[in-house]
């Protein structure tokens, strides 16, 4: 190679170099400032794959002392943050807790259960220890992969409360973008993508926010809090039942094949101010009318029917309790029967008169309902 074609080729790579070196240096700044900002403003917390991929744990090693097993800190977002031994100590009575947003926010009131059920049950346990797995929007695609882990934690017992995020659950899988999981991990390893991740996140759900407190104004229906907006055919509505059915059934089964007794609970709805979109939003002003006209058993029957019939369904219907109660009967498992609590305890029998917060959640008084439902089941599987 001659002279003329050497500096030729160093000038191709100084041109080069002094192209992409600005842009280099721009990006290393702007993760560094990041990294910086992060010590003032923490990044939030994420849960990549959202749950849905098979090597995704809710408990971990404490990494302070390994006798010990804790949340997962990227699934506090969804989990409540709980700590407990990893081999179970001696007299203790172990017991899980399946479920969505229901159990995750009736958290308050498993110290209270676990002292009743520890006098109750003396002297056989000296210690009853009670572990939410309750995740927010979790239904039991996703329960059925937290059942596979905890039953390699020495339960006694699973309590599942599970039966509103059958279809709001799909929207999640949506969102968890699982193909793609590996590549999200490498990019919000920077600081910088964490930082424009979480601006993008802050933004939406301020939004959101907004939106909720508009229809808490407006105090009517439509009420979807979470639209997804697919509506389902019939085949399609079976085929998810006929999943949901399955995955209860598997959690069930894994229970069985260690001697773990489960307990399986019917699930309430609000009849009287459901979560509802398009036209079954405006049938059920039918049911607003009745009410209004004080017909009760019309209210509770066609209140009934539209929540089973409808498409998308972000509640939990006649489809789910019906299964759940042929799921404990040709599995011989107990059932906390807490629909019929709920209904027993209304003035006029129709959930949603006095004991839910919102289109799914039981306040304070119905979470009691739920959880004495639960404590007999309990009192008496541990007494055969």
């Known amino acids: 190679m001659n002279e003329t074609a050497k500096k030729e080729n160093l000038s191709k790579k100084k041109i080069v170099l002094f192209t992409f070196l600005p842009l280099v240096i721009l990006l290393l700044s702007l993760e560094l400032i990041a990294r910086v900002v992060e010590i003032w403003l923490p990044p939030l917390v994420t849960d990549i794959g959202l749950g849905f991929t098979e090597d995704s744990r809710l408990f971990i090693p404490d990494p302070y002392d390994s006798r010990y097993l804790i949340t997962h800190p990227n699934k506090t977002v969804a989990f409540q943050n709980q700590r407990f031994l990893k081999n179970k100590p001696s007299g203790t009575l172990r017991i899980f807790?399946?479920?969505?947003?229901?159990?995750?926010?009736?958290?308050?009131?498993?110290?209270?259960?676990?002292?009743?059920?520890?006098?109750?049950?003396?002297?056989?346990?000296?210690?009853?220890?009670i572990i939410n797995c309750g995740g927010l929007s979790y239904g039991t695609h996703r329960l059925v992969l937290i059942a596979r882990e905890i039953v390699n934690y020495e339960p006694d017992l699973v309590m599942i409360y599970s039966g509103h995020n059958e279809f709001e659950e799909i929207e999640?899988?949506?969102?968890?973008?699982?193909?793609?999981?590996?590549?999200?991990?490498?990019?919000?390893?920077?600081?910088?993508?964490?930082?424009?991740r979480d601006r993008i996140a802050t933004y939406q759900i301020s939004q959101l926010e907004k939106e909720h407190n508009r229809r808490i104004l407006a105090q009517s229906l439509p009420d979807a809090g979470k639209g997804w907006n697919h509506v389902f055919t019939p085949q399609?509505?079976?085929?998810?039942?006929?999943?949901?059915?399955?995955?209860?059934?598997?959690?069930?089964?894994?229970?069985?094949?260690?001697n773990i007794k489960v307990i399986i609970a019917t699930v309430p709805s609000n009849y009287i101010k459901p979560n509802l979109i398009g036209k079954s939003a405006e049938e059920y002003e039918q049911v607003l009318q009745l009410i209004r006209e004080e017909k009760y058993k019309e209210v509770y029957e066609l209140g009934r029917k539209i929540i089973r019939e409808t498409s998308p369904r972000h509640q939990s219907s006649d489809l789910e309790n019906n299964i759940v109660r042929?799921?404990?009967?040709?599995?011989?498992?107990?059932?906390?029967?807490?629909?019929?609590?709920?209904?027993?305890?209304?003035?006029?029998?129709?959930?949603?008169?006095?004991?839910?917060?919102?289109?799914?959640?039981?306040?304070?008084?119905?979470?009691?309902?739920?959880?004495?439902?639960?404590?007999?089941?309990?009192?008496?599987?541990l007494s055969e």
Do not use: W
């Open 236 to 258: 399609e509505i079976a085929e998810r039942m006929e999943k949901y059915k399955n995955n209860l059934n598997e959690i069930i089964q894994l229970c069985k094949e260690k």
């Open 326 to 381: 042929e799921l404990a009967e040709t599995n011989h498992i107990p059932l906390a029967d807490v629909l019929s609590a709920v209904e027993q305890a209304e003035p006029h029998h129709i959930p949603g008169e006095t004991l839910f917060n919102d289109h799914c959640h039981l306040n304070p008084e119905g979470n009691k309902i739920m959880i004495h439902t639960f404590e007999e089941k309990i009192l008496q599987a």
């Open 172 to 196: 999640q899988l949506h969102l968890a973008r699982i193909q793609s999981t590996k590549l999200q991990k490498i990019l919000y390893s920077s600081a910088m993508m964490r930082f424009i």
């Open 97 to 129: 807790f399946l479920g969505g947003s229901s159990v995750n926010y009736v958290h308050y009131e498993l110290p209270n259960l676990s002292e009743r059920l520890k006098e109750n049950l003396k002297p056989k346990y000296k210690n009853v220890e």
